[in-house]
């Protein structure tokens, strides 16, 4: 392992603004510098950690508006996430991953870009949801292994056309770069002021042919999906690898465990995307949450 990296592995929570201030380059070499892994396993399989969410201004997890509110508390979440065996990865914007990537905590994982998050939780241009983040040419450039477009579908909202052609741009710049495209796709409604996302099962696979067709190529798209009902039924949709999402956690625990678990034994099903649900458990147990998680993507079930 290079010095650089030596260093950025040492870096604190606490040290992170200073290195910022002084030695800003130590992202750029950091990211030259990192230890990667093939994109899968063995087993073909991934569980990646969210921390995308702030970026559009949603904090909230559960009944707490503001859970995500303290950048140190969430990044001492996401390092005890990451030191965990079967956790593959982290998804999330240059802010987020810079700030691991000097914590050493990226050292042979996978890091997944978010690309747009313009449109903003509850805004009134939430439809036309530009590409504030990642860029394709920044990915490849940083040696990160993939980029994420959040691609809601209103068919009543004007904004929703750019959305899609700025998301099919994506794609096709992502896979000239030979770099995994992951579209999370879903039709959604303006509903008393505020988005809500279709999680029906037709709904759901609407929103999967429309995110399969965006596009130059299809070579490197990934999808990530909802879990909803009839789901061996949606994932017939599709011959493109999904990841499922875990949401803002609302039911009992062992309840959403059980809901991925029946859905991992599908094929088309190759892992987890995650955040709130395992950085914020009730029981405040994060390495807990993750371990079980990881057990259910890898065959280690508890």
């Not at 008393?192 to 696979?205: A, E, K, Q």
């Not at 130059?216 to 999808?223: E, F, P, Q, V």
Request: hydrophobic share 40%.
């Amino acid at each position: 392992m290079t010095t650089t990296s030596s260093r950025a592995s040492r870096a604190s929570i606490a040290e992170l603004t200073e290195i910022r201030v002084r030695e800003p380059r130590r992202i750029t070499e950091g990211w030259a510098a990192r230890r990667r892994r093939e994109l899968v396993g063995e087993d073909g399989r991934l569980l990646i950690v969210a921390a995308d969410h702030p970026a559009r201004g949603a904090l909230g997890v559960r009944d707490d508006s503001h859970a995500m509110a303290s950048r140190s508390n969430l990044l001492e979440r996401l390092a005890t996430a990451l030191s965990r065996p079967g956790v593959d990865g982290v998804l999330g914007t240059p802010d987020v991953l810079d700030d691991l990537l000097l914590m050493g905590a990226l050292e042979g994982k996978v890091a997944i870009g978010s690309m747009n998050r313009g449109g903003l939780q509850g805004s009134a241009f939430e439809f036309d949801d530009r590409f504030t983040a990642y860029t394709a040419k920044e990915i490849a450039a940083s040696g990160i292994d993939g980029g994420k477009m959040l691609t809601r579908i209103c068919y009543g909202d004007p904004g929703t056309v750019a959305t899609l052609e700025a998301s099919a741009r994506a794609v096709t710049d992502l896979a000239e770069r030979g770099v995994m495209a992951m579209v999370e796709p879903f039709l959604s409604v303006r509903q008393d002021g505020r988005v809500r996302n279709l999680l029906d099962p037709d709904s759901t696979i609407r929103s999967i042919h429309i995110a399969a067709g965006l596009g130059a190529t299809s070579r490197h798209t990934w999808l990530k999906l909802p879990v909803v009902d009839e789901l061996e039924r949606v994932m017939d949709a599709t011959t493109l690898p999904a990841l499922l999402l875990g949401g803002d956690p609302s039911g009992h625990p062992d309840e959403t465990y059980g809901a991925w678990g029946r859905a991992l034994d599908l094929p088309a099903v190759r892992g987890l995307v995650v955040g709130r649900a395992l950085l914020f458990p009730p029981d405040g147990d994060v390495a807990a949450a993750v371990d079980i998680a990881a057990g259910l993507v890898h065959g280690r079930r508890p």
